[in-house]
C-alpha cells in the first residue's frame, strides 16, 4: 500500500472520484491544502471525500520556496510514496515537490510547459506537432499587431487558466478589446494565484473537437480512447457534452491520437494521465491544448463505464510509481455519454421537471430550486447533467442531448 500525498483539488467531481480511485488501487492518502475552508462549501458531497483522508495538513500551497521545505518535514514524518493533485493550478506544485524528494512523477519543466497554453504551442510546433497558427503578447499595441498579422477570426485565452475561462472567438479590433479586457479583469485565480499578463491569440479552427485519453508510464503512451465533445455558447467554447468512444473512422481516430501522442512525447511527459483536445479541421488534426491529468467534467466516467478503466486510480497508480493495468475489461456498454443543461438567462430557479425514467440514465444531477443562475460563459455553472450508458455504438451522446434538451426550468421571471 503506498500513502500519496493529495496537494489541493478540484471541488467538482474528481473531488470524489481521485479519493475513491486512490482507495479502490488500495492506496491511502494525506491532503494537503492552503484553505481548508475552500472544501467546506454549501453542496459539498456527502460523505465529504476528505473524511477518508488519513491526514488533513495545511500550508501555503501557493509558495513553492516555503512550501518545499514543509513537505520535506512531513515527508520525514509520514513517508510519502508519490504526489499528486487533480487541480490544473497544482500540477507544477506537485511535479515540483516529486522531484524534491525523489518521488515518481513527471518532470518539473514537462508539466510547467503542458500548464503554459504558449510553451505548449511553442514546444509543439518546433516539434513539427499541427497546431494553429499563434502568437502572444502582453501589451495592447502588440496583441492588437499581432491579431493584424494572424488574421482574423482568432481565439482569444488566457495561457493559464483552465475550464475555458475567457476563451472566446474574436472577429475583429472592438471584440479583441473587449476580450482582452476582461482577461485583465481577473488578475487572481480561484486559488488566490497571480496571473501571467499575458494573452494567446490562435488562428480559429473550425471542425468537430475530441479529446484523447492517454497514460504514460516508463516512456510509453497508451491510447485509452477518444472521446467526442459537444461545444456550445459561441462566441465562448462551453463544453455541452461528451461521448466515449467517438464515432470516428479508423482513418480519423489514427490521426487524432497520433497528434495527441506526438504532443505528449514534444513535451517530455510521463508518469503522467493526459486528456489531450484537438480539432479535426479541414487540413486535419490540429493541437488544442494537453492537460496532464485526468479529463474532468465526468469524461472519467464515461470512460469507466466502457472499458472498466478507471482513470483515477490509474492517476494514483501512476504517482506511486506502480504499472498500471490499462488491460478493457468487457461492461456491456458500448457507449456512454453525458450531456450538460447549459443556462442562457439569469434568475432564480423555481422548478425542474426531470427525466422520464430510462434504464439507459446511469446518472443525474439537476439544480435545486432556489439556485441563482446566470448565462454560462465557461464550463462551471451547468443547471444539469444527464449521464446514460447504451449497448448500441455511436448512439449515446444523441439520447444524452434529447434527454438534457426535454428537461424543463422555470425561473422567477417565466420559464426558460
Known amino acids: 500500500m503506498a500513502h500519496l500525498l493529495m496537494v489541493e483539488s478540484w471541488v467538482g467531481s474528481m473531488s470524489t472520484l481521485l479519493p475513491a480511485g486512490i482507495k479502490d488501487s488500495g492506496h491511502e492518502f494525506s491532503f494537503l491544502t492552503r484553505d481548508l475552508g475552500h472544501y467546506l462549501r454549501a453542496g459539498t458531497p456527502s460523505p465529504h471525500p476528505l473524511l477518508g483522508a488519513a491526514n488533513v495538513f495545511t500550508a501555503d500551497t501557493n509558495d513553492e520556496s516555503t512550501l ?90 488566457p495561457v493559464d487558466l483552465c475550464g475555458g475561462m475567457f476563451v472566446s472567438r474574436v472577429d475583429d479590433d472592438a471584440q479583441l478589446r473587449a476580450a482582452v479586457d476582461r482577461i485583465a479583469g481577473f488578475p487572481v485565480n480561484a486559488r488566490g494565484q497571480r496571473r501571467s499578463p499575458e494573452i494567446l491569440l490562435e488562428e480559429c479552427v473550425d471542425g468537430p473537437e475530441f479529446s484523447v485519453e492517454t497514460v504514460t508510464a516508463a516512456g510509453r503512451t497508451t491510447v485509452i480512447g477518444v472521446t467526442d465533445k459537444r461545444i456550445t455558447g459561441a462566441p465562448a467554447f462551453i463544453e455541452a457534452g461528451h461521448m466515449f468512444p467517438a464515432a470516428l473512422s479508423p482513418a480519423d481516430e ?16 510521463d508518469a503522467t494521465v493526459a486528456h489531450t483536445e484537438v480539432k479535426l479541421g479541414a487540413k486535419g488534426p490540429r493541437l488544442i491544448e494537453v492537460n496532464p491529468r485526468p479529463a474532468g467534467n465526468r469524461i472519467t466516467e464515461l470512460v469507466r463505464r466502457v472499458t472498466g478503466i478507471d482513470l ?41 421537471d426531470g427525466p422520464a425514467e430510462d434504464v439507459r440514465i446511469v446518472e443525474q444531477k439537476l439544480a435545486a430550486p432556489g439556485t441563482e443562475v446566470r448565462p454560462a460563459t465557461d464550463n462551471s455553472g451547468y443547471l444539469a447533467h444527464i449521464m446514460v450508458a447504451d449497448r448500441t455504438p455511436g448512439t449515446a451522446g444523441d439520447l444524452a442531448q434529447k434527454i438534457i434538451d426535454d428537461l424543463r426550468f422555470e425561473f422567477a421571471d417565466g420559464p426558460a
Open 68 to 157: 518545499l521545505p514543509h513537505v520535506r518535514k512531513l515527508h520525514a514524518l509520514f513517508g510519502f510514496d508519490g504526489v499528486l493533485s487533480s487541480c490544473d493550478y497544482y500540477l507544477p506544485t506537485v511535479a515540483a515537490i516529486a522531484a524534491d524528494l525523489g518521488l515518481p512523477g513527471p518532470g518539473r519543466t514537462a508539466v510547467a510547459d503542458a500548464c503554459s497554453k504558449h510553451r505548449t504551442r511553442e514546444i509543439c510546433q518546433a516539434a513539427g506537432v499541427a497546431g494553429p497558427a499563434f502568437a502572444v503578447a502582453a501589451e495592447w499595441d502588440e496583441i492588437r499587431s499581432a491579431a493584424a498579422e494572424l488574421g482574423y477570426p482568432l481565439v482569444v485565452k
Open 254 to 269: 489514427s490521426a487524432v491520437t497520433d497528434l495527441a501522442v506526438a504532443a505528449i512525447t514534444a513535451l517530455g511527459l
Open 312 to 352: 483515477a486510480a490509474v492517476h494514483a497508480e501512476v504517482a506511486a510509481g506502480r504499472t498500471p493495468d490499462l488491460t478493457p475489461q468487457s461492461t456491456g456498454v458500448a457507449g456512454a455519454a453525458i450531456a450538460f443543461a447549459v443556462p442562457e438567462q439569469s434568475g432564480v430557479l423555481t422548478r425542474v
